[in-house]
């Protein structure tokens, strides 16, 4: 009957308005994970429909294997400003980005580091999800159309040889970030400019002890080659940063 039919319907809106938060925090770990090529974990996430307000707390991408750390990146809190309207659209309009408390490992295994890995990973996914726009395949990865992204709190901890040393990023901005030819990013694309924004701050931090910019060598080019690669939307990403692990076995010997 109809009063059936209603009541049916009332019940399965009640079931996915409790379930849409559990829906929502499979989504971003998949999402995250995909784009980092890491396992993920996210301990909540919040929508409200009245505000137009996601929150994520507790995002957690594992390093990659070879690095002894548990985490590479993790990120306190991340609140995002949606027009819920465009939830169920190719492009998803989001005002902004705010992640505080943003925490980087930064991992040196020889003549690799975990941030140079997971880097390379984001940019062969940028580059799938670039041959994707457009196309009208089912399951594509929707664009988003950012107004703002703030990375508030952003510290990058050094590891290598035993010894460490602790940066404070302070707060990192992108306006209107956009991909090659102008297109709107993915987040893949998105995953890409975070982590180059960042390695630009590594290389470029007034903070940075002498000692390790030395040994850095190249620090400047790098800082450099970020720069270019920003202004020319994503493209060439350095995926390898060098090797500091000398530097820190200096520093652990009060050289």
């Known amino acids: 009957s109809l009063i059936t039919l209603l009541i049916l319907v009332i019940v399965a809106i009640i079931v996915l308005y409790f379930s ?14 995909n784009s980092t090529g890491q396992t993920t974990t996210l301990d909540s996430a919040r929508l409200s429909l009245a505000s137009g307000t996601l929150t994520l707390s ?18 306190k809190s991340t609140v995002i400003t949606v027009q819920t309207g465009s939830l169920l659209s190719n492009t998803i309009h989001i005002p902004s980005i705010t992640i505080d408390g943003l925490t980087l490992t930064l991992e040196q295994n020889g003549l690799k580091n975990n941030l140079g890995d997971v880097l390379a990973y984001s940019r062969k996914q940028s580059a799938a999800a670039a041959s994707t726009t457009g196309s009208g395949q089912p399951g594509q990865s929707r ?9 508030r709190n952003v510290k990058v901890i050094a590891n290598a040889l035993g010894a460490s040393t602790t940066l404070d990023l302070g707060t990192i901005e992108m306006d209107h970030p956009t991909e090659a030819n ?16 960042i390695a630009q701050q590594i290389a470029a931090n ?18 450099n080659e970020v720069n270019k690669v920003l202004q020319s939307n994503g493209k060439n990403i350095p995926t390898s940063l060098p090797n500091f692990g000398n530097l820190l076995q200096k520093k652990k010997d009060g050289k």
């Not at 995002?59 to 590479?72: E, I, M, Q, R, Y």
């Not at 664009?143 to 990375?151: A, E, N, S």
């Not at 007034?206 to 800082?223: D, Q, T, Y």
Request: glycine share 10%; no cysteine; hydrophobic share 45%.
């Open 20 to 33: 849409i938060d559990g829906i929502i925090r499979s989504r971003v770990i998949a999402a995250a994970a």
């Open 206 to 223: 007034p903070k940075l002890p002498e000692a390790l910019r030395k040994n850095l060598g190249n620090v400047g080019n790098i800082a």
């Open 143 to 151: 664009q988003l159309d950012i107004g703002k992204l703030t990375l």
């Open 182 to 197: 102008g297109r709107l990013p993915k987040i893949a694309d998105l995953t890409t400019e975070i982590l180059a924004r």
């Open 58 to 75: 507790g995002l957690d991408v594992h390093n990659p294997p070879g690095f002894s750390a548990p985490s590479f990146v993790n990120a």
